[in-house]
């Protein structure tokens, strides 16, 4: 065929080429999606649109899909029909269009909502919010179906779109009689962060008659932050619900300024013993002198669970004034709090002399090529094992951090020189929570580029999630598929496996990722072919 870099050339040549002719050029490399693409936005004729699209879906189903979004508006209709029609699982299905994000596939997705199947269901909300505001006045006309799921997944579907008529439904949603759309409503709120719906959530939060409602109104109140959200707060410490006042002490935590650490402060004489032990919690974690010293007060405090909670607190802080904190629980009347902190003095005097982890050499593990650093994927818990101790040999100068929304650091981070930090969930399919984060785009570019500037010889790289299984395996898989290039999918799977052979990558950030670097299915088909061994072995 002729230099398809010139789009006039091509589209003559795309009129007079048999499906065959376009095959083979697709197989020699000349004709490419990217050249496509370019040039489908400009085909005035219907028959050879389709008859591209038909032949672009059967070269690769993926790229085949995206390529729609770049046909005419009056042929795309009749394109989508051709992937509807496709015999492909209809969630995988759902899940490819609904990266075309176009308005008119919503009479589609909307009967993919009412599927029988829970995870048609949930990506088909997904594919929705991909659609964005153009979804909206669907999405509030759903929140009054009689359906109780079509309710709960518009409201979701709300809080992720997140613009200001999204906020403005979800502030209305508050009102509604079901109270599973009132909760995600009101975690949604958090979530966005909107202070617009401040006066609303606590109204909720001293009135709505559903406790789990309440508690899930304190904590969008600890997101918006403020005087009037800490004042809500402090009020809800006498929530009778420990769903409800629990997750007012966790609020203030997240606002965490000089008001809201003084509720906190005063809170440790509260009359309800489990605010109190939350509090003791919570003050522990934010830990400046003045704060731990207070702390150490309730060291006397006549209820034993707050007394245990105390030492279990400081028992990890190794001051001179947490160690004699311990040493007066010690002589505690309750015999748990004193084993407590009989335990927690061994731990430190255990410490403090002896080093847990010896620096080890590993040489079996290597990085793949000489251009790429040396990997290592690990807990959150024992990345400062890698971090601190140098364990088995590591040289850790490039950290990718993953974690839940809002979770704790690994210890080390700081001390890392070039770190990048990921969050989200470790979910691969939406779930109608609003709390849960589901891998998006953004992270994956972050990691991509992340990875562009690490330097071999600087050190090795250290990725870590919760667990060290799913989310730390699967951006460890992208990342070296990237640097080592198309067409080495399984040599980058088999580097993981090396270093973590645990692994099981989450697939949906795999399946960004193959869409990312338009590797055409290479990156899923590859981990499907491992899952499928585990399978099988």
């Known amino acids: 065929m ?31 999606f990217d050249s496509l693409a370019k040039v489908l936005a400009e085909i005035e004729s219907e028959e050879l649109t389709l008859r591209i699209v038909s032949l672009a879906l059967k070269l690769n189903i993926i790229q085949g899909t995206l390529l729609i979004k770049n046909v005419k508006p009056e042929f795309q209709n009749k394109a989508f029909s051709l992937v509807i029609s496709l015999n492909i699982p209809l969630a995988f299905k759902i899940r490819l269009l609904g990266q075309t994000r176009c308005p008119l596939l919503l009479p589609w997705l909307l009967k993919g909502l009412h599927h029988s199947n829970e995870s048609v269901n949930a990506w088909s909300a997904w594919a929705i919010t991909q659609i964005g505001q153009a ?20 409201t979701w579907a709300l809080g992720q779109i997140g613009s200001v008529r999204s906020i403005r439904g979800l502030i209305q949603a508050l009102n509604h009689k079901d109270h599973q759309v009132r909760w995600r409503a009101a975690t949604a709120l958090g979530k966005l962060k909107n202070r617009l719906a401040i006066t609303k959530l606590r109204d909720i939060l001293t009135s709505d008659p559903d406790h789990y409602v309440r508690g899930r109104a304190a904590t969008a109140l600890g997101f918006l932050g403020g005087a009037s959200a800490i004042t809500a707060l402090k009020n809800a410490l006498d929530d009778p619900e420990f769903y409800v006042y629990t997750n007012a002490v966790y609020g203030l935590e997240t606002i965490n300024d000089s008001f809201a650490v003084k509720v906190l402060l005063q809170a440790l004489n509260h009359h309800n013993a489990d605010v109190r032990t939350r509090v003791v919690e919570v003050l522990g974690r934010i830990g400046n002198e003045f704060v731990v010293n207070k702390l150490l007060n309730k060291i006397h405090d006549p209820d034993p669970w707050v ?66 650093p040396r990997l290592w994927i690990s807990s959150r818990a024992e990345a400062r094992n890698y971090i601190l101790e140098q364990f088995q040999g590591a040289n850790i100068h490039y950290l990718i951090s993953i974690g839940s929304p809002g979770s704790e650091l690994p210890e080390g981070f700081e001390q890392v020189p070039t770190r990048l930090r990921l969050e989200f969930d470790d979910i691969d399919t939406p779930y109608a929570d609003p709390e849960y984060v589901l891998p998006n785009f953004k992270h994956i570019l972050e990691a991509l580029n992340f990875m562009k500037s690490i330097q071999s010889q600087s050190g090795d790289l250290l990725i870590h999630c919760q667990a060290g299984i799913s989310r730390s395996t699967a951006i460890g898989f992208i990342v070296y598929a990237y640097r080592l290039g198309a067409g080495k999918e399984e040599e980058a799977l088999n580097y993981i496996i090396s270093v973590q052979p645990e692994a099981i990558p989450n697939q949906w950030i795999v399946e960004l990722a193959d869409i990312g670097l338009k590797r055409g299915g290479r990156l899923i088909q590859t981990l499907r072919n491992y899952r499928r061994s585990l399978t099988n072995s």
Do not use: C
């Open 2 to 32: 002729a230099n398809f870099y010139d789009a006039e050339i091509l589209k003559r040549q795309l009129h007079h080429s048999t499906d065959e002719e376009l095959k083979q050029d697709y197989l020699r490399g000349t004709l490419t």
């Open 135 to 154: 979804a909206e006045p669907l999405l509030l006309k759903l929140l009054k179906d009689p359906q109780p799921k079509i309710r709960v997944w518009a």
């Open 307 to 372: 007394r245990a909670k105390v030492v279990e607190t400081i028992q990890s802080m190794n001051t001179p004034l947490a160690i004699n904190g311990l040493k007066t629980a010690l002589n505690d009347s309750d015999v748990y709090v004193r084993s407590w902190a009989e335990t927690a003095l061994e731990k430190l005097e255990d410490s403090s002399s002896t080093t847990i982890f010896k620096t080890l050499l590993n040489p079996e593990i290597i990085a793949p090529h000489s251009h790429l």
